[in-house]
């Protein structure tokens, strides 16, 4: 990959990874229909079995097991208000899916993040050297991402989730409240 063409997708960017693969979320929901689909199935009471990996293993956790398996550190923090929303709670439920991929991910109360400096949207920062940001609209629905080079923006992230990550609790540790 060009270092001034930006890959034509998220799966050719996770797999331009060398090193690293950081993820920073820092909204309480995302858009979710309510009605039908992961979520809705979730608020009926439907669980995920950890023990029946074949329902719930996905595309997605493909992705980050053969990123994983090649030495690319794939790293994912949650900034989250306390008490958590649904969504949250929901995200929470089914990180285990995460962990069992080969992410790391750890969880941030929005009240100990007051002092970072954070970028506007949630992104992923390769290499520490592109960033992948992800737009929402105020609804939470995707607006899409768009990818950078910019050796200054790569920076703000890396250290912006570096500064996270360092306080964050991990997934195995962290108390939903």
């Known amino acids: 990959m060009s270092p001034n ?9 996770l797999a331009s990874a060398q090193r690293s693969a950081a993820h920073l979320e820092m909204r ?25 990996r074949a329902s719930w293993w996905r595309p997605w956790l493909d992705l980050v097991r053969d990123t994983v398996a090649r030495g690319v550190v794939v790293r994912r923090a949650r900034i989250v208000s306390e008490p958590v929303s649904e969504y949250t709670r929901f995200l929470y439920d089914n990180t285990f899916t995460n962990v069992a991929a080969g992410e790391q991910v750890r969880w941030l109360p929005r009240r100990q993040a007051g002092a970072i400096a954070l970028p506007a949207n949630d992104f992923w920062v390769i290499d520490g050297q592109v960033v992948r940001w992800n737009h929402f609209t105020g609804s939470g629905a995707s607006a899409g ?33």
């Open 28 to 52: 309480d929901s995302y858009a979710v229909d309510y009605e039908r689909g992961p979520f809705a199935e979730w608020r009926a009471g439907f669980r995920h079995d950890p023990a029946d």
């Open 145 to 177: 991402g768009e990818v950078t080079h910019d050796p200054l923006a790569a920076k703000l992230c890396s250290e912006a989730f570096d500064t996270v990550w360092a306080r964050a609790v991990p997934h195995d540790q962290y108390e939903i409240r």
């Open 5 to 13: 063409v930006p890959p034509v997708d998220f799966t050719d960017l």
